[in-house]
């Protein structure tokens, strides 16, 4: 497509619509369910839909349009990760939104509330990781948490380790943790006897993390960061506090955009769209992505930039605040009666409009899947893979947490059931797991699923012939069904 420099106000109600197709598209098909990806578009709204509201319902294009340049600034100034998005999405969409932006700022690291330098999130490179060598031991540092996961068509992994200083710290510091981010993995194989130990080589033009005597993760790109409160006083820390300026100078943060003067029914609008992606980021924790109706929520959303827009652009702020109310009940019809009751006690409670739309019995509580969900005897006999993940016994938030392990399932259709009938998505987790081990073959599609024991009592799953077992003491947090 074409790239247009069309007005900013179309560009930021294009990248709207462009989040919901990538939302729709990333749970279009279980198989691939790409949970990070419905996270990170929905996250984009958590503070951008407002200021997206307040520009559209300026009176006049040339106001509309000096306010959504605003929002666009305010957008792209969260991160270069965030900046980038922007960019790919409106090419998509067909607009250059970087002639609408300021030249990007170098990414420079930050400072905590008690002006201490934070370590930056960076390229997992083979000069980055030789710097890590002064300050972290990797060969004593074990694995805290293993998640691989299915993006799509790719396989990411997050891997956290808790790593031993070579500087001083006070006694009682919490361990520093080094958070290591994998993308396009090519392999993984973990096992619970591969926990200490870990060699990292980032040279081009693979990455390879090896975990004890027999763990093996490789990727071709990734990105690192070291989670610790002590950074500081390391060498890299500092280095980046003598060129880092202090925490009381001028913020480069810009202010986030005015949105006090919304009318009534814009306002109630912006607030039940901000819930919907809430709700649809909400998959970041693998416990509830089964249970949001994204694709429900999608399709009532559905062309929602291109609405607001239109129902900004009225003449007259009357007519744009009926075009917003109807635009709501637009919004309840395309959800159905499941989505309209949820969205009646979110005008209710979070709005002050119960009088929008006339649904009984409106609940603002958390949203469920629409999904048929009844029961049926015993695991099936097929099963996708699209997470496994383990994290080891440790100490968090100081309270005592044990060994879990989760998985996220896709399962086929339920005997009786259409056989064409959509796959269904199943998480399901367990404590102080006495066995977790995973090979890269558990993630090539469908493959046979062995249930061994009940699962509320000693049980094991199976899947692949081996590629992935996880056996749990004490039985699953749900049925495997």
């Known amino acids: 497509m074409p790239i247009s420099s069309a007005s900013a106000m179309s560009v930021l109600a294009a990248l709207l619509d462009r989040s919901l197709k990538q939302i729709a598209k990333a749970a279009g098909d279980v198989r691939w369910f790409d949970r990070e990806a419905i996270r990170a578009a929905a996250d984009v709204w958590d503070n951008n839909l407002f200021p997206l509201f307040w520009a559209v319902s300026a009176s006049g294009a040339g106001e509309r349009d000096r306010r959504a340049v605003i929002a666009l600034e305010w957008m792209a100034g969260l991160s270069e990760r965030r900046r ?25 690291p930050g400072r905590d509330y008690r002006g201490h330098v934070m370590a930056p999130q960076v390229p997992l490179a083979g000069q980055r990781v030789d710097d890590l060598v002064p300050d972290y031991d990797l060969a004593t540092a074990s694995v805290r948490h293993l998640q691989v996961e299915r993006a799509g068509a790719r396989l990411t992994a997050f891997l956290q380790l808790d790593a031993d200083r070579r500087f001083a710290v006070e006694e009682g510091t919490p361990p520093a943790l080094l958070d290591v981010w994998l993308d396009d993995m090519t392999s993984a194989t973990f096992d619970l006897s591969d926990r200490r130990g870990v060699i990292m080589d980032a040279a081009a033009p693979e990455i390879a993390i090896s975990l004890g005597t027999g763990g093996r993760l490789r990727a071709r790109a990734g990105e690192f960061r070291i989670d610790d409160r002590s950074w500081h ?28 003067s919304l009318g009534a029914d814009a306002r109630a609008a912006a607030v039940l769209l901000r819930h919907a992606m809430w709700e649809l980021r909400s998959v970041r924790y693998a416990e509830r992505a089964d249970r949001i109706p994204v694709l429900a ?8 930039g291109e609405a607001i827009l239109d129902a900004g652009s009225r003449r007259g ?7 917003f109310r109807e635009l709501i009940r637009t919004w309840a ?5 499941e989505l309209s009751r949820w969205f009646a006690g979110i005008l209710k409670a979070h709005a002050g409009r119960p009088d929008l739309l006339g649904v009984p019995q409106a609940a603002d509580g958390p949203l469920t899947s629409l999904a048929d969900t009844t029961a049926a005897s015993g695991a099936p006999a097929l099963a996708v893979l699209t997470m496994a993940a383990w ?10 947490r044990p060994a879990s392990a989760q998985l996220q399932l896709a399962l086929p259709p ?19 797991p006495n066995a977790f081990r ?14 061994v024991g009940k699962p509320t009592a000693a049980c094991s799953l199976d899947l692949h012939r081996g590629a992935l077992l996880i056996s749990a003491r004490d039985g699953w947090s749900a049925s495997v069904n």
């Not at 250059?96 to 990414?107: C, F, G, R, T």
């Open 84 to 108: 980038r998005w922007m960019t790919e999405q409106a090419e998509i969409a067909g607009y250059d939104v970087q002639s609408l932006l300021p030249p990007a700022k170098p990414s420079t």
């Open 233 to 260: 006083l390391s060498s890299a820390g500092r280095r980046a506090d003598a060129a880092t300026p202090p925490r009381n100078g001028p913020s480069s943060r810009l202010r986030q955009p005015p949105t006090e």
């Open 297 to 304: 929520l999608c399709r009532a959303f559905s062309r929602a």
């Open 317 to 323: 702020s009357g007519n744009r605040e009926a075009a």
């Open 333 to 337: 019809d395309q959800g159905g009666p």
């Open 391 to 400: 994290t080891a016994e440790h100490t968090g938030y100081r309270s005592e």
């Open 414 to 432: 339920r005997p009786g059931e259409d056989s064409s009938a959509p796959w269904r998505l199943r998480t399901v987790s367990c404590t102080d």
């Open 438 to 451: 995973l090979r890269t073959d558990a993630f090539q599609g469908p493959g046979s699923l062995v249930q």
